[in-house]
C-alpha cells in the first residue's frame, strides 16, 4: 500500500507569520512544515506539534523492524506478536494496529 499522507521529514514552526505578518490563529501554537515549508497541520499544544512532526520517521522506523528474519530461508515474522509474514500480525499485535492505522 503506498503512503497517502505528505512526505518527511516535517519540521516544527513556533514562527506563526506568513509573507503578510503575524497569524491570527486562536489555540494553535505550533505548525507542521513539510519540506517545501507548506503547513502539514496545526497544533494547540508544543507536546502535540513534536510528536506529529516526528510521524514520518517513527512510520519508517515501525516498518523496518515490522517483519525480521533470525535464519536465511526462513520466513520473516513480528517481532511483537511473533507471527509469520504469510499470515499477517495477530489481532493484538500493537505494530500492525499502528501500521494498519496510520494507512485508513
Known amino acids: 500500500m503506498s503512503e497517502k499522507w505528505t512526505k518527511g521529514p516535517w519540521i516544527v514552526d513556533f514562527d506563526l507569520c506568513?509573507?503578510?505578518?503575524?497569524l491570527d490563529v486562536p489555540e494553535v501554537n505550533g505548525r507542521i512544515l513539510d519540506q517545501d515549508n507548506c503547513v502539514?497541520?496545526?497544533a494547540s499544544t508544543e507536546v502535540n506539534v513534536f510528536?506529529?512532526?516526528a510521524a514520518p520517521e517513527m512510520y519508517e522506523a515501525l516498518k523496518a523492524i515490522e517483519w525480521i528474519k533470525e535464519k536465511d530461508g526462513e520466513p520473516a515474522f513480528c517481532p511483537i506478536c511473533r507471527h509469520y509474514v504469510h499470515g499477517g500480525h495477530s489481532n493484538e499485535c500493537k505494530l500492525g494496529a499502528a501500521l494498519k492505522k496510520s494507512q485508513r
Open 51 to 53: 510528536l506529529i512532526a
Open 18 to 22: 506568513d509573507e503578510e505578518g503575524p
Open 40 to 42: 502539514v497541520c496545526q
